[in-house]
């Protein structure tokens, strides 16, 4: 399985950035996938996950701003951020969840809000 995160860039506050996950070895569709992310000198916490029933979950940081999708027939998972604010700075990974012990962590795309 690989997941490969990318489209994150520097952006003014206020702005808008669509992140891709592209997969392989696995099937989009039929798994629960999630958006993670960590701010400097932060934790890693969750921002957003969709169900294999197209079902969506949000932080509350970030709901009515940002949107989870994914397109089954290119198998790639997308984050769509609107109303960008500097707390929103972050590295940014996708991964299927649950998560298991011997799973690791991609690239992650970084993200940079400037206020």
């Known amino acids: 399985v690989q997941l490969v995160e990318s489209g994150g860039g520097l952006v003014e506050a206020g702005g808008s950035l669509r992140l891709s996950c592209a997969a392989s070895?696995?099937?989009?569709?039929?798994?629960?996938m999630a958006w993670y992310r960590q701010g400097p000198g932060k934790q890693r916490e969750l921002v957003a996950t969709?169900?294999?029933?197209?079902?969506?979950h949000y932080v509350s940081s970030v709901k009515g701003r940002f949107s989870i999708s994914r397109d089954n027939a290119k198998n790639v998972l997308y984050l769509q951020m609107n109303s960008l604010k500097p707390e929103d700075t972050a590295v940014y990974y996708c991964?299927?969840?649950?998560?298991?012990?011997?799973?690791?962590w991609g690239q992650g795309t970084q993200v940079t809000v400037s206020s």
């Open positions: 070895g696995m099937m989009l569709s039929i798994n629960t």
């Open positions: 991964t299927k969840i649950p998560r298991l012990l011997s799973d690791s």
């Open positions: 969709i169900r294999g029933d197209g079902y969506t």
